[in-house]
Each structure stands twice: as structure tokens, then as C-alpha cells.
């Protein structure tokens, strides 16, 4: 899949491309990545790619035409047919939020142009022209568009095959079908016994001793508590969509009793 992204400031994705476990994704272009700057299509002398906006107001907004012809050539540089060309996604406050259901659906695309947008947004008439989809990353507001493309591009990459060193690990990610969109269970290493700041705490005695289905109840049990603690609408979804077993419904019950 490819993934052109349209960014005043490309040198903020370089260290992300190199570093961590998802980098293998970005090297092999399993995960084809292209930065395009809008500045490089703007035109005068200063290469402006914003202006103050009409009716006045604090701030400057992204020109519409710098972000047309960057739009252009990348269409061109791809080499889509006109009926296929790859959707428009910008970042915004006000887009659909980023979910472990949407990184999915990415992953399996064939990608996307991305646009981060600076300043106090774009000028309108490029979304209502260009625009196929905005995305958010939550109800607050960032300085631009770049740390929200790199969250978009992160959680692709590491469903890619090949890319985690153990292939179920994201299947035990929190949100992910295989927990029934719960939460996901708490995690322990070594040593059995840490010394910490309150005493020793050793593991849950559930972990010990190698008997799978008990160690496989105990975390659904835990998967179970922090959603109904933290997250109850994932334990009403899993329910409505037929995902709770009679252990779960027992377990949830001794919940409510406590």
C-alpha cells in the first residue's frame, strides 16, 4: 500500500521511519510512504503557502492553491486511473476518530493521501473540493496534522505480516476482535518477585505453572474487569454482538457484587 502525505514539515516523520519494530514495515514499503511539501508547489519569490483569512481573525490559513498543485502532482506520480484515485484524508477536530477498526481497514487499502494541515486550518474550498475523509486523533486540538498522520501510519504498519516479531501479538491488543474489542489484560515479567516501593509484589499465582486454559481465564477475567471498570460501552458492544460466553456473564456478575 502507499501513503503520499502532504506536510509542511517532512523532516518530523524521518526519525519515526527509522526507529522502532514498525520501521521493518516502512523499509520493506510494505508500507510505501511518500512526503510531499506544499511549499515546493507554491509560486513568487517566497514560495507562500498562507495567507490571512477573509473576515479577519487571529492566525493564517493554508492556501488552496500550493495544496492543488501538490494534490496534482502526486495524482500524476501515482498513476491512477481517474475512477480509482487513492481518498483525500485530513486531519481535523471535527474528522471521525482513529479506532483499532479503522487502522484495520487502512491496512488492508491500498492507502491514502494524507494532509496535515498548520496554522488556523485550510482554506474550505480545497476540503469541499478535495477532501474524501477527515480524521481525528481525539476532542483536542495539535499544532498540525503530522503527529495524527504518524498514529494513522504507526498502527498500519504493525498489522502488517512480518512486522511484529511475534505474528498474534497485535491480535492481543486492546480493542482487537480476538478480545472481543475489550481491553486488554494487564502484563507481568521478571522477576517473580519484585521488590518494589511498597514491599514485594510477586505475579498472580493464575500466571504460574504453565496451565493454559487457567492462565487463559485469568486474563479474560482481568480483559473483563478493566473494560466494565474503565470502559463499560466495550463489555455492552461484546455483548450485543454475541461475544460474551456464559463464563463471562458469570464472571460479570460476581462484578456487580462487589
Request: aromatic share 8%.
Amino acid at each position: 500500500m502507499r501513503f503520499d502525505v502532504i506536510t509542511l514539515f517532512p523532516e518530523l516523520f524521518e526519525p519515526f521511519f527509522k526507529s522502532g519494530i514498525t520501521r521493518r514495515a516502512f523499509e520493506s514499503r510494505q508500507v510505501d510512504v511518500r512526503l510531499w511539501n506544499p511549499r515546493d508547489h507554491a509560486q513568487g519569490n517566497y514560495r507562500r503557502v498562507d495567507d490571512r483569512p477573509f473576515g479577519g481573525g487571529p492566525g493564517m490559513v493554508m492556501m488552496a492553491e500550493p495544496l492543488w498543485r501538490c494534490l496534482q502532482a502526486i495524482r500524476v506520480d501515482r498513476a491512477e486511473p481517474e475512477l480509482a484515485c487513492a481518498p483525500v484524508v485530513l486531519f481535523s477536530p471535527i474528522g471521525q476518530k482513529l479506532d483499532h477498526a479503522m487502522a484495520t481497514a487502512w491496512s488492508e487499502s491500498a492507502g491514502a493521501v494524507l494532509l496535515c494541515g498548520r496554522y488556523e486550518g485550510i482554506d474550505q474550498r480545497f476540503i469541499d473540493a478535495c477532501v474524501d475523509r477527515q480524521v481525528s486523533l481525539g476532542d483536542f486540538v495539535l499544532s498540525g496534522g503530522e503527529i495524527a498522520a504518524i498514529a494513522l501510519l504507526d498502527s498500519v504498519a504493525r498489522l502488517m505480516p512480518g512486522v511484529l516479531s511475534d505474528e498474534g501479538s497485535h491480535q492481543q491488543d486492546s480493542f482487537n476482535p480476538a478480545l472481543s474489542g475489550l481491553l486488554d489484560s494487564p502484563h507481568h515479567t521478571r522477576p517473580e518477585v519484585w521488590e518494589g516501593p511498597d514491599g514485594p509484589v510477586g505475579v498472580p499465582a493464575a500466571l504460574l505453572g504453565g496451565h493454559h486454559e487457567r492462565i487463559g481465564r485469568y486474563r479474560r477475567d482481568q480483559s473483563l474487569t478493566l473494560s466494565q471498570a474503565l470502559r463499560p460501552e466495550l463489555v455492552d458492544q461484546a455483548r450485543a454482538a454475541g461475544q460474551l460466553s456464559k463464563a463471562d456473564e458469570t464472571f460479570l456478575r460476581t462484578l456487580k457484587k462487589l
